[in-house]
């Protein structure tokens, strides 16, 4: 049978973001007297060329059969050491990660007590990577199209991208028209072109393309199947309702923004008095014409920044992102149409980061928009004006400012929906509700759910330039299986011991997956390893120990569970 | 062995899309927490096979935490509810060994919540340093 394991254990450094809380050489001698271990090293970053080649170098010169990196998390690097195993002719999944990053060196103090815990993390690792065993990596065929959920400038871009390339594309649109929020605006920062007019013959080119299909007042109600065949069912309601049953070989999510709610801070007196604006009621105010509050010309014009922003208590801890440049814009847009009328932004930062922003805000500065620090505390009625009350922050003193209309500017919200599209695509959200990416900063467009990939505002605020790069960047994610035409199917699947199986039935019943089946003639269970998921729910149900999941099984868990408490009895 | 100066040894069986993402959101976070726990990757919650939760216990281990996506948000869909039911015969299981059915606990922590991982394992420290060492423990030593 297998030979007698040559285990290779390498301790990362990671710079020193685990050598200073862990002390790296005390584990690298540590896990070189363990069994089985034929040499353990540590390097300042495995995950480097030279740290790679150290690895690579043993394989080929001692003979190594299992590698375990105590590094970083496995959903970090674990393909990066994964590959650089099967370079070297050696099974991928032979390959075993301990995690003394994330749950070792940077959640504890620096001490013995820590790196204990890491000795018994790569003890614990190399227990479980003793018994890998390899497993063949298997593909599966990619139905060739895509669904776009969504029909802003997001889904309409990565739309286009994907269907150019040649493939078929399926745009669900939740409302009857195209564009997104999008439409609604009246011009763009800070190049003040109309939005529509760049938008329009987007959307034109989209319904007259032959190789997408878009269906608008319709969503998307039931999602199953696997990266590369998704089988998706969709709903239109419109007068003509019917259900659409699609299929599909990858998903981008596109669904956009919603906006704060500004009644939820009452101090601004939003929906008490109707001069009171958000940014986006700007928007229709400035395209309709003259531009008039109460039929009159205003003459004192207040902006507000961060409304609902940067707030962790009362509202949302985060930054929009456009707003800063949205009331610049506004503020101009004003300054240019009134030049009579006193323009003042209250603001608590500026933030100018974009390509020309900084120029914009300095221009409009010029222009005569007043810009003042100021924490505004509430907004008061004074005869035919309304009054803002604040703190200017740089004066340290209070001000009242009269104002004819105030234009607040509210930040974005994820989608009211975005929980109900999260449970069907097994999305996760991260802290400020938006879709999470898969990593935030190596895998900005990709989920944790192989196929689905993230366009836009949905995955959080972003403006017009932004939204379009993610857009394509996801259309071209996407666009890899489809034209490889086939993508890798989990190896780490449910398997069948058939001598000790009974053929009692249970596993079957706990798959969600249709995975199991009953062999007809020799009545012991099967498993359809391109069905099969590996939750390993049918293993951890099975009375006769018959079932069991490659990569995590019984004798591995239980071998780990043995390392780390054995010693305590 | 006094209460004061025992430290608990806790094993976690978490479910590779929630709670071990969790945990790391923690790590990223730099969010600080009892070095008490030691953390087994497993695909899903629904996969903690009961023995493994036995094995841990009778070998002495004070407390097992599993940790799994919220409800509905399971990556297979209903892992967590089958971990929900198993946990639930499993205390019946303890109770009847003798050993405090509060020294297994199931937690929902998703990928977002690195600050409730860090918690959750700063209760159950604390929580397991008041109960006291795991009898398991003492009745096997030599
Ligand atoms: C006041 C304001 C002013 C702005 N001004 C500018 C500017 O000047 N310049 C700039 O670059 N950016 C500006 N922005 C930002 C800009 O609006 C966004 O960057 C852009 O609209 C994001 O596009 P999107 O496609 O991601 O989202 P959205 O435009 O929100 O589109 C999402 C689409 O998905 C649909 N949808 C949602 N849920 C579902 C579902 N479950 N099923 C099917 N369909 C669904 C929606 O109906 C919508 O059509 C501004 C934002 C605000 C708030
Ligand atoms: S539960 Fe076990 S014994 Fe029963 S059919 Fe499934 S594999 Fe066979
Ligand atoms: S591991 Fe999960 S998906 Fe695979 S056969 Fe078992 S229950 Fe079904
Ligand atoms: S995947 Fe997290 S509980 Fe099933």
Redesign the interface.
């Known amino acids: 049978m297998a030979r007698t394991p040559k285990v290779g254990v390498y301790i990362c450094h990671c710079g020193i973001n685990i050598a200073h809380t862990v002390d790296v050489e005390e584990v690298a001698g540590f896990a070189g007297r363990l069994p089985h271990v034929a040499v353990a090293r540590h390097y300042t970053y495995m995950c480097s060329d030279p740290g790679q080649n150290l690895i690579k170098q043993d394989i080929e010169e001692l003979g190594l059969t299992h590698v375990v990196v105590a590094a970083c998390?496995?959903?970090m690097h674990e393909t990066t050491f994964r590959l650089a195993c099967q370079e070297k002719g050696l099974n991928p999944y032979q390959f075993e990660m301990a995690?003394i990053?994330?749950?070792?060196s940077?959640?504890?103090?620096a001490g013995p007590?820590?790196t204990?815990?890491a000795k018994?993390?790569v003890a614990?690792g190399v227990s479980k990577a003793i018994l890998l065993e390899p497993l063949a990596e298997r593909e599966a065929e990619v139905t060739p199209a895509a669904l776009v959920i969504g029909g802003g400038v997001a889904g309409i871009h990565a739309a286009l991208d994907i269907a150019d390339a040649g493939f078929r594309v399926v745009l669900v649109e939740r409302g009857p028209a195209l564009g997104g929020r999008a439409m609604q605006l009246h011009k763009t920062f800070p190049t003040l072109e109309p939005v529509a007019g760049l938008i329009a013959p987007l959307i034109a080119r989209l319904l007259g393309h032959p190789r997408i299909e878009v269906l608008t007042e319709a969503e998307v109600t039931e999602v199953s199947g696997y990266y590369g065949n998704f089988e998706i069912e969709v709903a239109i309601r419109n007068p003509q309702s019917a259900i659409c049953n699609l299929q599909v070989g990858a998903i981008i999510v596109a669904t956009g923004y919603d906006l704060f709610d500004p009644t939820a801070l009452p101090e601004f007196g939003y929906g008490q008095y109707p001069e009171v604006i958000t940014g986006m009621e700007f928007e229709r105010l400035a395209a309709g014409g003259e531009i008039t509050v109460n039929g009159k010309t205003p003459q004192d014009v207040v902006f507000i920044h961060c409304v609902g922003s940067r707030d962790a208590h009362r509202a949302l801890p985060y930054c929009s992102r456009v707003c800063c440049m949205v009331t610049a814009r506004q503020a101009h847009e004003i300054q240019q149409r009134l030049p009579e009328a006193n323009v003042t932004v209250l603001y608590m930062d500026v933030r100018a980061f974009g390509k020309g922003f900084e120029e914009f805000y300095d221009e409009v500065r010029r222009e005569g928009v007043l810009y003042r620090r100021a924490n505004p505390s509430e907004i008061i009625r004074r005869g035919d004006k309304l009054i803002v009350r604040a703190e200017d922050t740089l004066l340290g003193e209070a001000v009242e400012l009269p104002a004819d209309l105030v234009v607040l500017a509210v930040g974005m919200t994820p989608r009211a929906d975005t929980e109900k599209l999260?449970?069907l695509l097994?999305l996760?959200?991260?802290?400020d509700g938006f879709f999470?990416e898969a990593h935030?900063k190596l895998r900005p467009v990709d989920t944790?759910?192989g196929g689905v990939f993230l366009a836009g505002c949905c995955q959080g605020p972003k403006d017009i330039p932004d939204t379009i790069a993610q857009a394509r960047a996801a259309a071209a994610a996407a666009m890899v299986p489809l034209m490889r035409g086939k993508v890798k199917v989990e190896a780490?699947v449910a398997f069948v011991e058939e001598e000790l199986c009974a053929g009692c039935g249970v596993c079957a019943e706990?798959c969600?997956y249709g995975a199991l089946a009953l062999h007809p003639v020799r009545g012991v269970m099967t498993v359809n390893p391109v069905l099969c998921?590996?939750?390993?729910?049918c293993?951890?149900?099975c009375p006769s120990g018959a079932m069991n999941?490659h990569h995590?099984t019984?004798d591995q868990?239980?071998a780990?569970?043995?390392t780390?408490?054995?010693h305590?009895? | 062995m006094s209460n004061s100066d025992f430290e608990p040894r806790i094993v976690a069986f978490l479910c590779n899309w929630c709670t071990y993402t969790g945990a790391d959101l923690a790590g990223t976070s730099r969010i600080q927490y009892p070095p008490n726990v030691r953390i087994i990757r497993l695909m899903c919650s629904g996969a903690v096979d009961p023995v493994y939760v036995l094995k841990a216990l009778l070998d002495g281990a004070d407390g097992v935490l599993i940790g799994g996506c919220h409800p509905g948000d399971c990556h297979y869909q209903t892992g967590n509810y089958k971990a929900r039911r198993r946990v639930a015969i499993l205390k019946e299981t303890l109770r009847q060994m003798g050993l405090e059915e509060d020294r297994l606990w199931l937690r929902w922590i998703s990928a977002s919540e690195g600050q409730r991982f860090a918690d959750t394992i700063t209760e159950m420290t604390a929580a397991l340093k008041a109960m006291g060492p795991n009898p398991m423990r003492r009745e096997w030593a030599v």
């Open positions: 998390s496995p959903l995690n990053r994330e749950q070792c940077w959640v504890h103090a007590e820590t204990e815990k018994q993390l614990s999260a449970a097994r996760s959200r991260s802290p999470m935030p944790a759910t780490a706990l969600t998921q590996g939750c390993g729910a293993a951890m149900a999941l995590f019984f868990v239980m780990q569970v043995d780390l408490v054995g305590l009895s």
